[in-house]
T-cell receptor
Framework: DAGVTQSPTHLIKTRGQHVTLRCSPISGHKSVSWYQQVLGQGPQFIFQYYEKEERGRGNFPDRFSARQFPNYSSELNVNALLLGDSALYLC??????????????FGNGTRLTVT | AQSVTQPDIHITVSEGASLELRCNYSYGATPYLFWYVQSPGQGLQLLLKYFSGDTLVQGIKGFEAEFKRSQSSFNLRKPSVHWSDAAEYFCAVAPSGNNNDMRFGAGTRLTVKP
């Protein structure tokens, strides 16, 4: 079975630009979460979507947005990029919205560099 | 302030030696607790989790963790480390009970000496 897939794997953008990151969950998983991992730190929660609705939002500015499509894939959008947005962006999927018995499965991430 | 603390940024152990990685949390109630491992260039893999019940939990790859409520700790252990265990280890909590919204520690990088 395919795991969580993210695209692209690497991306270089310039300050002020916009970026879209994509995630395909494991087949049968209806929940997708996004995390930002800055170099040398642990991942930080950005968003969770379940059944195409936003179920959780971390402490990130409005420049960050996301959506989930009918096939449960998801996009993370970041507008007006700043140097500090450079990070590894991780997508994770789970079968259910927040159950302890529905563990998260992480993708390998998209490495975003903002210059 | 609510936080997850991993006091050791980097640990080096010899192959075959025992390992303990520390994790402390500060949340009001006992949250869901997790340990993840991240190899270079890869995503995170769940090693084990704790919600309630037996305070000693077994995970994959021979890892175990012990929850100590009095110390607000959830330390990860392995009796004998293998070279393939070299990676970054993250402790995480789900304070709201939603394991999609997790708070991670800063991580401990494990180096294994031959």
């Amino acid at each position: 079975d395919a795991g969580v897939t993210q695209s692209p794997t690497h991306l270089i953008k310039t300050r002020g630009q916009h970026v879209t990151l994509r995630c395909s969950p494991i087949s049968g998983h209806k929940s997708v979460s996004w995390y930002q991992q800055v170099l040398g730190q642990g991942p930080q929660f950005i968003f969770q979507y379940y059944e195409k609705e936003e179920r959780g939002r971390g402490n990130f500015p409005d420049r960050f947005s996301a959506r989930q499509f009918p096939n449960y894939s998801s996009e993370l959008n970041v507008n007006a990029l700043l140097l500090g947005d450079s990070a590894l962006y991780l997508c994770a999927s789970s079968k259910q919205g927040g159950s302890y018995n529905s563990p998260l499965h992480f993708g390998n991430g998209t490495r975003l560099t903002v210059t | 302030a609510q936080s997850v603390t991993q006091p050791d940024i980097h640990i080096t152990v010899s192959e075959g030696a025992s390992l303990e990685l520390r994790c402390n949390y500060s949340y009001g109630a006992t949250p869901y607790l997790f340990w993840y491992v991240q190899s270079p260039g890869q995503g995170l893999q769940l090693l084990l989790k704790y919600f309630s019940g037996d305070t000693l939990v077994q995970g994959i790859k021979g890892f175990e963790a012990e929850f100590k409520r009095s110390q607000s700790s959830f330390n990860l252990r392995k009796p004998s480390v293998h070279w393939s265990d070299a990676a970054e280890y993250f402790c995480a909590v789900a304070p709201s009970g939603n394991n999609n919204d997790m708070r991670f520690g800063a991580g401990t990088r494990l180096t294994v000496k031959p």
